[in-house]
């Protein structure tokens, strides 16, 4: 089983930076792609970001430029830079590690408040 906790979520003013972590443990599959997804209250839970094993980087639009995804694969940690937050932004982020679909794991989700 795999389990991920995430860290590093709070409050932050717009235009504030915040770094969310993720570490992985149990029994992880290499190579694999971890990612951020956020939802907030009433909407679906939509991509933020995804890297790949190798550092491939997947962005949706609406952070492009704003949020840094990397990763240390041999921590099996994941981490979000969100810079320049703004009040859209709020939501409750979650981690994701797959590496198929049948093998998707998520955290239990870290607040993510911008107030403007």
């Known amino acids: 089983q795999v389990q991920l906790v995430e860290s590093g979520g709070g409050l932050v003013q717009a235009g504030g930076s915040l770094r969310l972590s993720c570490a992985a443990s149990g029994s992880i599959f290499s190579p694999n792609t971890m990612g951020w997804y956020r939802q907030a209250p009433g909407k679906q839970r939509n991509l933020v970001a995804t890297?790949?094993?190798?550092?491939?980087?997947n962005y949706a639009d609406s952070v492009k430029g704003r949020f840094t995804i990397s990763r240390d694969n041999a921590k099996n940690t994941v981490y979000l830079q969100m810079n320049n937050v703004k009040p859209e932004d709020t939501a409750i982020y979650y981690c994701?590690?797959?590496?198929?679909?049948?093998?998707?794991?998520w955290g239990q989700g870290t607040q993510v408040t911008v107030s403007s």
């Open positions: 994701n590690l797959r590496w198929v679909i049948t093998r998707n794991y």
């Open positions: 890297i790949t094993h190798y550092g491939n980087t």
